[in-house]
T-cell receptor, first 115, second 112 residues
Framework: NSKVIQTPRYLVKGQGQKAKMRCIPE?????VFWYQQNKNNEFKFLIN????????QIDMTEKRFSAECPSNSPCSLEIQSSEAGDSALYLC?????????????FGHGTKLSVL | QQKVQQSPESLSVPEGGMASLNCTSS?????YFWWYRQHSGEGPKALM?????GDKKEGRFTAHLNKASLHVSLHIRDSQPSDSALYFC????????????FGSGTRLLVSP
């Protein structure tokens, strides 16, 4: 059973609408990753955090994607203006600090459908 | 662009058979490898890691790493229908790196 909790499991939005999904990492895990998994099952790294600070992120030049991991609150990933191409499974994962290459613990994901 | 390639794309084995999955990295910075399994409707779950050349065995699963050729493989002995899933190879840089790159996946079907 996943100890990384993602909500909602399913999200349906119209084009141009805002889409927001949340993730509660496993207790004690300071590192959080967001990945997008497309219909071909390919993973695209989006962003990761250690505690509240961004470690790495893709070039979100479209600025449609934003993410944060505030203290004492769930992490979140938000798409400001959804497009059909954003339809995918959004996976959140957490881990211990990658000092010895810890495994990632994934949630069930949020399946976004943009109509 | 750093990539991790997997083969085959799909694999079908009979129950009790051996399944062999392959993974090749195109970047020598990737030194650490994990295998993940994803059942339908779930997130991926880590199976096992391999960081050193040679074989590593955990139950029915054996991973093999050849750093010179950047090739990793996963062998599943006595395959069970419950092993039917997507399998991903994930590669990362040496300690302190937070970049984890996933391969394209292999879909395994174990038929009773």
């Amino acid at each position: 059973n996943s100890k990384v909790i993602q909500t909602p499991r399913y999200l349906v939005k119209g084009q141009g609408q805002k889409a927001k999904m949340r993730c509660i990492p496993e207790k004690g895990h300071p590192v959080v990753f967001w990945y997008q998994q497309n219909k071909n099952n390919e993973f695209k790294f989006l962003i990761n955090f250690q505690n509240q600070e961004v470690l790495q992120q893709i070039d979100m030049t479209e600025k449609r994607f934003s993410a944060e991991c505030p203290s004492n609150s769930p992490c979140s990933l938000e798409i400001q203006s959804s497009e059909a191409g954003d339809s995918a499974l959004y996976l959140c994962a957490s881990s211990l600090p990658q000092i010895s290459n810890e495994r990632l613990f994934f949630g069930h994901g949020t399946k976004l459908s943009v109509l | 662009q750093q990539k991790v390639q997997q083969s085959p794309e799909s694999l079908s084995v009979p129950e009790g058979g051996m399944a062999s999955l392959n993974c090749t990295s195109s970047d020598r910075n990737f030194q650490y490898f994990w295998w993940y399994r994803q059942h339908s409707g779930e997130g991926p779950k880590a199976l096992m890691s391999i960081f050193s050349d040679g074989d590593k065995k955990e139950g029915r699963f054996t991973a093999h790493l050849n750093k010179a050729s950047l090739h990793v493989s996963l062998h599943i002995r006595d395959s069970q229908p419950s092993d039917s899933a997507l399998y991903f190879c994930a590669a990362s840089e040496p300690a302190g790196g937070y970049k984890v790159v996933f391969g394209s996946g292999t879909r395994l079907l174990v038929s009773p």
